[in-house]
């Protein structure tokens, strides 16, 4: 695991176009974020580009249609071409990130992100379009998600030729720390957990967050607004939905074994990410409070949310590690003798 006491040198190594569009995408974020603690949601509209579900399928087999899991939440299923055939593969229940605030399911770079999971995994993804804050805050952002994921559990209302060899639980940013609560809320049903860069917070500013403010997507004064706009009323950073590592330790001391059940876990970690420090803190409490697997992956020139660049070799690597991780869990799923498998169904 790569140290977080030293700074990386100059500035993350990314090409010319990543890097106008981060700046792009930046600029856009900060410019819609209001004083008032409402977003602009118009001039957002604007300029994100959003795709239709798209049922033909793609160069790479994969298909999508979207689904109503009730009357304000909907799913986009990402179907690749072995399971349009009828074979049994998992399913990834997905959630975008955004800081809570931004984005959808047919946001252009999740719905290729989501794509690519698909395809290269390959698994079924359930990408879930769950309300976003200011206009909802938590915990709707879990509530949505539990609902998605006893959707899935319960058959994906048909939409499935076969049902899943297992079912997983993943998410970036927010999502990651939306994907987190969902998985802890359902800890018997869910095969194992994915974490890309997830997003939490916490009053007393830890090291990374002190020396890579300047870094893509590290603005303190934009994270201290997105935390506002998300959790209730008059909670601090050290609420339960933002500040989970030290979450985890007050429960590891006092509920005994919750967290030996919990799913094994997957941390993608970036060197420029604002956020690692509590990402690693994350998994440090995962395991001492007895969870069976975390692992971390390192990425050490990454910056934030660097999967969604298709052309970066880190976005590549971290799609290998993640079909690794899911195929391996799935397949120990299926190898486990039957009572001590996780049954697909709508239990807590």
Known sequence: MASSDSPPPGKPPLPWRVRLLVGAASFLHSASLRADGTVNRSLLSLFERTVPPSPAPDAAGVSSTDHAVSSHLRVRLFVP????????????????????????????????????????????????????????????????????????????????????????????????????????????????????QPFFGGEARTASEQRLFHAPFGSPERLAWL??????????????????????????ATAAGRWRAFPPTLVCVGGWDVHQDRQRAYAHALRAAGAEEVRVAEFPDAIHAFYLFEGLADSQRLLADVAEFVNRRAAEHLDAPVNDQCPLSTGS
Request: charged share 15%.
């Open 81 to 196: 071409a072995p399971a349009a055939s009828g074979s049994q593969l998992p399913m990834v229940v997905y959630f975008h990130g955004g800081g809570f605030v931004f984005h959808s399911v047919a946001t252009a770079q999740f719905d290729a992100l989501c794509r690519r999971l698909a395809a290269s995994i390959p698994a079924v993804v359930a990408s879930v379009d769950y309300r976003l804050a200011p206009e909802h805050r938590a915990p709707s952002a879990y509530d949505d998600g539990e609902a998605a994921l006893r959707w899935a559990l319960a058959g994906a209302g048909g939409a499935l030729p076969s049902p899943p060899t297992a079912v997983f639980v993943a998410g970036d940013s927010a999502g990651g720390n939306v994907a987190h609560h969902v998985a802890a809320r359902l800890q018997r049903d869910v095969a194992g957990l994915v974490l890309l």
């Open 227 to 252: 935390w506002r706009a998300f959790l209730p009323p008059g909670a601090t950073r050290d609420h339960e939905s933002a500040n989970v590592p030290d979450a985890i330790q007050r429960d590891g």
